[in-house]
């Protein structure tokens, strides 16, 4: 979760899970890497923007089924993260990047957790 200047970054998603939808931008961890490493390296691959990872903020499970049986099991923890440098561009698997300001993002389609989050915990939007 990251602002810069009462704007919260934000990716627009071309990809599953959440495809078509801005949410907070992240992705996975690679085999012993540590959560903080894998938000830096994970924002500037997919939105070109440095941060500093902080603690945890929110965790939850994406859990994605076919006929009852389980095909993805997806444990989001966003992580609170301070602005270093970088200006957002598109990358991996964003279609869009950019910082949202709170007026904005009523107008946008936004992930339901990531609206969710940024009401209750930040009184954003």
Not at 30 to 53: D, K, Q
């Given at each position: 979760?990251?602002?810069?200047?009462?704007?919260?970054?934000?990716?627009l998603?071309?990809?599953?899970?959440?495809?078509?939808?801005?949410?907070?931008?992240?992705?996975?961890?690679?085999?012993?890497?540590?959560?903080?490493?894998?938000?830096?390296?994970?924002?500037?691959?997919?939105?070109?923007?440095?941060?500093?990872?902080?603690?945890?903020?929110?965790?939850?499970?994406?859990?994605?089924?076919?006929?009852?049986?389980?095909?993805?099991?997806?444990?989001?923890?966003?992580?609170?993260?301070?602005?270093?440098?970088?200006?957002?561009?598109?990358?991996d698997d964003?279609r869009?990047?950019?910082?949202v300001?709170?007026?904005?993002?009523?107008?946008?389609?936004?992930?339901?957790?990531?609206?969710?989050?940024?009401?209750?915990?930040y009184?954003?939007?």
């Amino acid at each position: 979760m990251v602002f810069r200047d009462e704007r919260v970054l934000l990716v627009l998603r071309d990809q599953a899970p959440n495809a078509g939808q801005w949410a907070i931008p992240g992705g996975r961890v690679r085999w012993g890497e540590s959560l903080p490493a894998a938000a830096e390296r994970e924002i500037f691959e997919e939105t070109g923007v440095r941060i500093r990872a902080g603690d945890p903020i929110f965790a939850f499970d994406v859990i994605e089924a076919d006929e009852g049986d389980c095909t993805r099991h997806y444990v989001v923890v966003d992580l609170a993260a301070e602005y270093l440098a970088g200006e957002p561009r598109a990358g991996d698997d964003a279609r869009e990047v950019r910082w949202v300001s709170a007026a904005e993002l009523p107008d946008l389609t936004v992930n339901g957790t990531t609206r969710r989050l940024l009401r209750n915990r930040y009184r954003f939007g």
